[in-house]
């Protein structure tokens, strides 16, 4: 598994807080490369809709975030996932970050303009940190793309699930069925 230079990555992230970017973006570097998307409506509400079915699952005082910077594995990678589920034994570590060893589940909602980078980077970044569950959610074309069981740095189990149809994970982590019948589309 490759290191993680959080150094660096702090370098860039502070370069990037003194940049006048807008509200509503979302800054993220992805193999050294610099990300801002906007954030729709869409997207949120897909998001928002995964949270509060882990909140319901967990309880409200469960460790999930959206849009925070935990470091993975690879070149430079800051990712800020739209969703990321931490073991209740998780903790930042000795510079404020969140550890993506205590990553358990990440869910990505794909953008038109950054899509590549979540089938491609991402995904291979979780997979080197043995993130157990990674789902992408496609608002475009209806469906989400369930990754488990990395291993070698891939996912051995890609599952594909069109919306209105329940996501079952109850085999795995997060132990949940996630319902997609409400995930609103582009």
């Known amino acids: 598994m490759a290191d993680v230079d959080t150094q660096r990555l702090d ?4 370069r990037l807080e003194r940049m006048p970017v807008p509200e509503g973006f979302r800054v993220e570097i ?5 990300f801002i998307t906007p954030q729709r409506d869409t997207h949120w509400g897909i998001i928002l809709r995964i949270v509060r079915a882990v909140e319901d699952r967990f309880g ?3 460790n999930v975030l959206s849009d925070v ?3 993975f594995p690879g070149h430079q990678n800051g990712f800020c996932p739209d969703v ?3 073991k209740d034994s998780a903790q930042k570590d000795a510079t404020g970050h969140w550890r993506h060893q205590d990553v358990e589940f990440v869910a ?4 038109q303009g950054t899509a590549q980078n979540d089938y491609g980077p991402k995904r291979t970044a979780y997979a080197e940190a043995e ?3 990674y789902v992408i959610t496609d608002p475009y074309q209806g469906r989400c793309l369930v990754h488990t069981d990395p291993k070698d740095g891939d996912y051995a189990e890609t599952v594909k699930v069109d919306f209105g149809t329940d996501i079952d994970l109850t085999g795995t982590v997060v132990d ?3 319902k997609t019948d409400g995930f609103p589309r582009d």
């Open 69 to 71: 910077r935990i470091d």
């Open 60 to 62: 409200m005082d469960v």
């Open 11 to 14: 370098e860039w992230f502070e």
């Open 176 to 178: 949940l069925v996630l």
């Open 131 to 133: 993130v157990p569950v």
């Open 108 to 111: 990505e909602v794909i953008s």
């Open 30 to 34: 992805v193999g050294g490369n610099v």
């Open 84 to 86: 990321a589920l931490l």
